[in-house]
């Protein structure tokens, strides 16, 4: 093997690393348009498990026909009052009581912007009453991110 010869072998797979490298990262997200429903996963997830309050399922529609399914994650009976992404009020439907495990769907008041596109909501906020206290405020740590659909 000459001196040339290792060099270029050398360079060869240090551009095969630093191309799977650039791979590994689009995939976990870190570059949007590689890494995909990666957001969309992770706040699923996050909200997923969230309590009281869960999200388990979300349609966001751009004609406004969005709807959450919300578990309540407690023993007890919990009433939903009011839902607000970004201190904006998005949930017009009264009192809803929910039992311990209980899951429902309600309709929102949003809508998004393009079919198939992702959405940002920042500071999700439920407020509930729950046995004699009212006014309780269940604050996301994540934004819940969707797509639109048509």
């Known amino acids: 093997m000459t001196r ?9 797979l240090l551009a095969v690393a630093l191309i799977v490298a650039l791979v590994v990262i689009g995939l976990l ?8 429903g990666a ?9 997923a498990g969230a309590s009281p309050f869960s999200i388990t399922a979300v349609k966001m529609a751009g004609a406004g026909a969005s709807q959450l399914t919300l578990a309540n994650r407690l023993a007890d009976k919990v009433t939903l009052t009011d839902i607000s992404f970004s201190g904006s009020s998005i949930y017009t439907a009264g009192a809803t009581n929910f039992t311990g495990g209980q899951e429902k769907t309600v309709s929102i008041t949003v809508t998004c912007d393009v079919p198939g596109e992702s959405n940002q909501y920042d500071n999700v906020t439920f407020t509930y ?8 405020k ?3 740590d994540k ?4 797509k639109c659909s048509a």
């Open 29 to 36: 997200g870190w570059f949007p348009g590689l890494g995909g």
């Open 129 to 136: 009453n729950q046995g004699s206290i009212s006014g309780i």
């Open 138 to 140: 269940q604050r996301g």
């Open 143 to 146: 934004p819940l991110i969707v």
């Open 4 to 12: 040339g010869q290792g060099s270029t072998e050398y360079l060869v």
């Open 39 to 47: 957001r969309e996963t992770q706040s699923a997830t996050y909200w």
